[in-house]
């Protein structure tokens, strides 16, 4: 694999689709409520301020890349637009790919756990069963067809993040498959740390590369 000086893997600030997401679980409804298509969501004000944030650490800390590459959602446009604005920042190539898409949830769209129970529970048993990571809901995908976008992504653009300073803008779950694949990690191993630590909005998960060989850095910053 053809390795990056740095790469940045961000999220995305919090949506507006989170924040319906949070009422409904705390209102134990079945629906998560939000108006318009899953790609035109756009950020809340808390959300905006988080991106923000994340631009002043970036330039403070000279963590300013030669390249950002965003998936091409509502959410992750406008963040890198509020990345990229300060001062500090000087002017970056972006480049939005469709790999870097949210994952596809199909049938359980806009349904909180207790939706998904109430209305496809013979889906849920087969979740169960077959695990998160291969099991593929109807009209949407599993966390290993988002692993072959990850890979379909990586091969396609080695010659050009090669030996440079990159940041990612894209999804929680993306995020966890850019791990799998970049540490070569297992389906338990993967899934272990999906169930201890959360990916936050505007968190930053990053990797320096050393002696040929691409290093998890583990003091990032998340903004409050």
């Known amino acids: 694999m053809i390795l990056p000086k740095e790469l940045f893997l961000i999220r995305h600030g919090e949506s507006l689709a989170n924040c319906a997401r949070r009422d409904a679980e705390l209102s134990n409804s079945p629906i998560i409520c939000f108006d318009g298509r899953e790609v035109d969501v756009p950020l809340s004000d808390f959300g905006k301020l988080q991106c923000e944030k994340t631009g002043i650490w970036l330039s403070e800390f000279s963590k300013q890349p030669d390249l950002i590459i965003s998936s091409p959602f509502e959410r992750t446009r406008q963040t890198v637009n509020l990345i990229t604005k300060n001062d500090g920042f000087v002017a970056t190539q972006v480049i939005y790919d469709g790999r870097l898409r949210e994952r596809e949830l199909g049938i359980f769209d806009r349904l909180t756990k207790k939706g998904a129970m109430e209305k496809f529970p013979e889906e ?16 949407g995908e599993s966390w290993a067809d988002v692993a072959l976008r990850v890979r379909s992504f990586l091969s396609a653009f080695s010659s050009i993040i090669e030996n440079k300073k990159v940041i990612i803008v894209t999804h929680e779950v993306v995020i966890r498959l850019f791990r799998y694949v970049l540490e070569g990690l297992s389906e338990s191993e993967i899934l272990e740390i999906d169930r201890i630590c959360d990916v936050e909005n505007c968190g930053i998960t990053s990797y320096i590369t050393e002696n040929g060989k691409l290093k998890l850095n583990l003091n990032n910053f998340l903004p409050k």
């Open 124 to 139: 849920c048993e087969k979740r169960e069963k077959l695990g998160k990571f291969y099991y593929r809901p109807i009209g």
